[in-house]
């Protein structure tokens, strides 16, 4: 076993107790879905697939992305738990939220 099967090995069971990354879809001036819930560490990543441009930007600032052109992504890792309310700088009505619970 060479030097980096070693090091997989060792890190295979950290990986395996990290959050699952979660993916929010822009799509038709939407976040899909609109609202999703997760535990503390999660990484969540915003694809827009619409070919307007949208952003995505926490309502306290907590995050903010630049102009995400058709197929770019967005992404953003909770540690704190609480409610992020969300929405688009360029399309104000397209809202969402992010739940994150105490791992
Ligand atoms: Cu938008």
């Known amino acids: 076993m060479n ?8 890190l295979l ?5 990290a959050a699952a990354p979660v993916q ?3 799509k ?13 560490g999660t990484t969540v990543t915003w694809v827009n697939k619409d070919i307007e441009p949208h952003t995505v930007v926490s309502n ?3 995050f903010q992305s630049e102009a995400l052109d058709t197929d770019e992504t967005f992404s953003f ?7 992020y309310g969300y929405f688009c700088s ?3 009505h397209m809202i969402g939220k992010v739940e ?3 791992k």
């Open 60 to 62: 306290d600032k907590t």
């Open 3 to 10: 030097r980096f099967l070693i090091i997989a090995a060792l």
């Open 77 to 83: 890792t909770f540690d704190k738990p609480g409610s």
């Open 24 to 26: 929010v879809v822009i």
């Open 90 to 92: 360029i399309h104000p």
């Open 100 to 102: 994150v619970t105490a």
């Open 28 to 40: 038709s001036f939407a976040f899909g879905p609109e609202t999703v819930r997760v535990t503390a």
């Open 13 to 17: 069971p950290t990986l395996a107790h």
